[in-house]
């Protein structure tokens, strides 16, 4: 092998790995058990989402993996209540639609700005806790590759899966997600699994939803039809996907 090739051959492999490390993120290794534990809420965000301001943290061990969503944007709040959170999954760590947590599930009339802003005033953090857990009390569990869509109750006692919405620490919106890791693998992991984790609305923004808005809400939209260029839409989540690195306790 000449000089020349094995120059090359270096700087494509650096190339490689280089971009491999910028398209994931390692989770936190986690041994906590515990799904209310602190270590949840004082840790590092892994990445923010700067057009709905959400950022997202990912921990795992051997049992569990969890995923935080939170942000302090009353818009992106608004945007949640109206047409729900997707959290998808893909254990090839690819960005597909392949399994999903979908929760909360959306209002049944969309707020405005004005009435969202309203609604939100009447709470203290502690009452807006209470408000979450009397609002939101369904979530569905949907695996596309089974063509299967379950509805639980957050009242029922179910390991399975948990879900938590929350106001605190100075946060607006606390989402916390736990799924058994022996759902996306049976044999455990070999400390090279990569896991794509999106997030977007449930739904889209239809005319029954249109009509329920302020009128300058409805012009606003049907004006952004005529924009050029990328059309930032006001109503839904941005849909964004991240890679992640599973962790081992090796690698601790």
């Not at 057009?51 to 942000?71: G, H, M, P, R, W």
């Not at 009242?155 to 736990?178: A, G, M, P, W």
Request: charged share 25%; aromatic share 16%; hydrophobic share 35%.
């Amino acid at each position: 092998m000449s000089r020349i090739f094995q120059f090359a051959f270096l700087v494509s492999l650096f190339s490689f790995n280089s971009c491999a490390v910028k398209n994931q993120i390692s989770t936190y290794w986690q041994n906590e058990r515990n799904f209310n534990s602190e270590i949840y809420s004082t840790t590092e965000a892994n990445y923010y989402n700067a057009e709905d301001q959400i950022s997202i943290k990912v921990f795992n061990n051997e049992q569990y993996i969890d995923a935080i969503l939170e942000t302090n944007s009353a818009n992106t709040l608004r945007k949640i209540y109206n047409l729900g959170l997707s959290v998808w999954f893909d254990t090839e760590g690819k960005f597909k639609n392949k399994y999903a947590i979908n929760f909360p599930m959306p209002a049944d009339l969309p707020f405005s700005e004005e009435k969202f802003e309203k609604y939100l005033a009447q709470f203290s953090p502690t009452e807006l806790n209470e408000e979450f857990l009397d609002r939101f009390q369904l979530y569905e569990v949907v695996n596309a590759k089974k063509n299967e869509t379950l509805s639980i109750s957050t009242l029922q006692e179910d390991d399975t899966y948990q879900v938590k919405l929350s106001s605190k620490n100075e946060v607006l919106f606390s989402y916390h997600l736990r799924i058994p890791m022996s759902e996306f693998y049976s044999k455990g992991l070999s400390g090279n699994e990569i896991i794509g984790i999106g997030v977007a609305s449930i739904n889209e923004a239809n005319e029954e939803y249109y009509s329920a808005l302020s009128s300058k809400e409805y012009i606003n939209k049907r004006m952004e039809k005529l924009k050029a260029g990328t059309n930032q839409n006001p109503y839904e989540l941005a849909e964004w996907w991240v890679k992640f690195k599973l962790s081992t306790e090796s690698e601790q």
